[in-house]
């Protein structure tokens, strides 16, 4: 869908013949859509008196960084998706968990190490991967060691931290210095959206932090994302995809995304 052409037509935020940094127009240029909802990119060329090829590049840039969705012929203010506590995000989607974790635990061999981080979907796969023998886990979600270490049958890491009480979850840079310590086969991790252009996001910024870390020492990215995180965007980037080895969902992606992830060479289990 395009936007309307007449966006900010007329208001000039820089005067004819005086150059604007690329930063600066584009953060102004985020204000604008922000601001607006939508904008042009033929009205943004005339608003920083630049080329309409000048304009496509800075809103190629913005997009992928997250911050607003770029479409023909323009852009458009991002709404991003936001999660509940946990206990009610446990309560949604369990089927689609529950396939994501049958698809996950035929990915994982024993006696792997693999980083598990916090998640609703995450939890919902500790109950297979309690099956598998001789595997490590190093996590940093008190929920998902109590399910893990009931089994007995898999040895347990519990990274230390500041104490985030809903998820049950430690975070901050005493969780990530302890990361560093470790190195994993596989950095399985939950996400709340997943898009063509930013990639794998989070909507909490100490939990991106977590994943980010994760990623660093692991060998394989293992993202779980169900269908209707699909195509949407959250506030903080874990990673673009071509950093994902793997996304594990209950349906396969359709669309931009689907294309996106080829081009990038991820994986797609179901």
Known sequence: MGVDTGTRAGLRWAPQGVSVKPRDRQDRILQI???DGAASVEALAEA????????????????STGALHKVRGGARRIRLATEGSFEERQMEQAGAKAAIARALAAAIAPGDTIFL???TTTLACAEELSQLDGLTVITNSVRIAQRL??????????LGGAWSADNAETVGPMAIEQIGRFQADHAVLGVAAIDAEAGAMDADFDEAQIAH???GHSRHVIVLAHAEKHGRRAAFRVC??????????????????AAALERARVEVRC
């Open 33 to 35: 859509v922000r601001q």
């Open 48 to 63: 920083f008196s630049v080329s309409v090829e000048t304009v496509r590049r800075d809103l190629h840039d913005l997009a």
């Open 117 to 119: 981080d916090t998640g």
């Open 149 to 158: 270490g009931a089994s007995g049958g898999v040895r347990v890491f519990v």
């Open 213 to 215: 870390a994760m990623i």
């Open 240 to 257: 673009r995809l071509d950093e994902i080895d793997v996304l594990v969902s209950d349906q396969r992606p359709e669309g931009h995304l």
